[in-house]
């Protein structure tokens, strides 16, 4: 088995607390608008890259039509639903099962499924062809309106072609092209400079909000972007892209002494169980009331330590055995719980 490569799990350490932060913020998006550019600077580019890495690391499985191996995700997908339901049931009292279609959290995982399926069936074809014509579906796609949540349709097209590069390209050679250090500070000031942008016109950005969510048709788009949608989507996968990669070259080889690479390398299990954490916290116990004591001014911001401690909180090595006992039963437990 290949040596795990750190950067990767400091990576998707970095993903999925964006993930949980991300989450957090649809619950306050409406209150604040430092909440609104936080979103935005989020979603405008960690799914896609998220599914980029996936697909990256998806060759073995792929190539070697491992079916047996993928089939881990969706039991994964069934827990994440269930682990979801008591949540609703035990802090709000309330519940709503939706295994087809499905708003909440457990849908990359059920599209992470699907991709893996999509991509053997597609193997023996070029993959130029299908790369460019998954980018040609997705544009079209949002003109429809019966692409929907159902079957998580409508986040399965519009993704897909970041995980198909991701499938297309070498780990190795990506990682290289982004490691010099004339990228790395370039990567680090434009994304500085979005940042800086997005915060400061916030107001005048944010209608592109439906577009970065992967589920909404052109539709909920206003006035004249609707008929400009495909264009708008294209122009959304260029600069996605873009940031995914400043992203990737701004990220260090090694940080913390490898302990932030070994819970980047639980990033699922954060996945399946964050989302009752969030419930518990900022629905039961309101926790923003006991922001605004803290920092009457700024309370929206603490948010981010917030998500942070969920994560931390969810990346603990004790829930891998449990998680890999469900959803992995037929396979060995290793000690790692990595």
């Given at each position: ?83 979801l339901l008591f949540g609703k049931m035990i802090f709000t009292g309330g519940y709503e ?157 090694r940080l913390g002494g490898g302990i932030i690479a070994g819970l980047g390398s639980r ?72």
């Open positions: 088995m290949s040596k795990r490569v750190e950067k990767w799990d400091i990576l998707k350490f970095g993903l999925i607390f964006l993930v949980v932060l991300g989450h957090i913020c649809d619950i306050y998006i409406k209150e604040s608008m430092a909440v609104r550019a936080i979103w935005l600077c989020i979603y405008s580019f960690h799914m896609p890259l998220f599914f980029f890495v996936a697909g990256l690391f998806s060759k073995r499985k792929i190539n070697e039509k491992q079916y047996t191996g993928i089939f881990p995700y969706f039991a994964m997908y069934i827990v994440s639903q269930m682990l099962l939706q295994l087809l279609n499905t708003k909440d959290a457990p849908w990359f995982i059920f599209v992470l499924f699907a991709y893996y399926v999509i991509t053997i069936l597609l193997k023996n074809f070029d993959g130029r062809y299908i790369l460019t014509g998954s980018v040609v579906l997705a544009c079209i796609a949002g003109y429809d309106n019966s692409v929907s949540d159902m079957l998580q349709l409508s986040r399965m097209i519009v993704f897909y072609p970041f995980f198909y590069a991701g499938y297309l390209l070498d780990e190795k050679k990506v990682r290289e092209r982004l490691s010099g250090r004339t990228v790395k500070i370039t990567a680090a000031l434009a994304l500085a400079a979005g940042i800086v942008f997005v915060c400061a016109n916030i107001q005048s950005v944010y209608w592109i909000r439906p577009l970065l969510t992967g589920r909404n048709p052109y539709s909920a788009l206003k006035g004249i972007c609707y008929p400009l949608g495909g264009l708008l989507r294209l122009a959304f996968y260029l600069g996605s892209a873009l940031i995914g990669m400043m992203v990737i070259a701004v990220t260090p080889d990033s699922i299990q954060v996945y399946m169980l964050h989302r009752p954490c969030i419930i518990l916290f900022c629905v039961r116990l309101q926790i923003a009331g006991w922001f605004q004591r803290i920092w009457p001014a700024h309370y929206h911001l603490l948010i981010i330590p917030l998500a942070l401690g969920i994560t931390l909180f969810c990346s603990w090595r004790i829930f891998a055995r449990p998680i890999r006992a469900l959803t992995m039963p037929k396979v060995r437990q290793d000690k790692s719980g990595d």
